[in-house]
């Protein structure tokens, strides 16, 4: 990455990052309560939203279920889209975190 690109993305996360206001709203909680908030987009299959009783945070206790699919260079590269539609216009703050849970297949 360029010194510049990497001064860019810097300035633009520092301006945006989330800070102190008295206006806090979970903006995206709809986007948990159903899968019709998503689309499967490309090698991925949305399974439900289940209860995670074991995530750190205090606010969400639920998570996407899905499976990921593989390419043909035996690599991953699974998409998501979710319905922002439901928003007014503005400028949101969306953090995303994956869990992985592998699975072996036995034979």
Same mark, same amino acid.
């Given at each position: 990455m360029t010194v510049g690109l990497k001064n860019y993305f810097? &300035? =633009?996360i520092n301006e945006s990052h989330i800070s102190s206001?008295?206006? &806090?709203k979970d903006a995206f909680r709809y986007l948990m309560g159903s899968v019709d908030e998503s689309s499967s987009e490309n090698s991925i299959i949305i399974d439900g939203i289940v209860d +995670?009783? !074991?995530s750190p945070?205090?606010?969400? &206790? =639920? !998570? /996407? =279920? +899905? @499976? %990921?699919? @593989?390419? !043909?260079?035996?690599? /991953?590269?699974?998409?998501?889209? +979710?319905? %922002?539609f439901k928003l007014p216009e503005g400028e949101y703050t969306l953090a995303i975190e994956f869990s992985l849970q592998s699975q072996q297949i036995c034979q």
């Open positions: 810097d &300035k =633009k206001s008295t206006n &806090k +995670f009783l !074991a945070h205090n606010v969400n &206790k =639920k !998570a /996407y =279920k +899905f @499976k %990921m699919g @593989k390419d !043909a260079q035996n690599e /991953y590269s699974s998409r998501i889209g +979710f319905n %922002m």
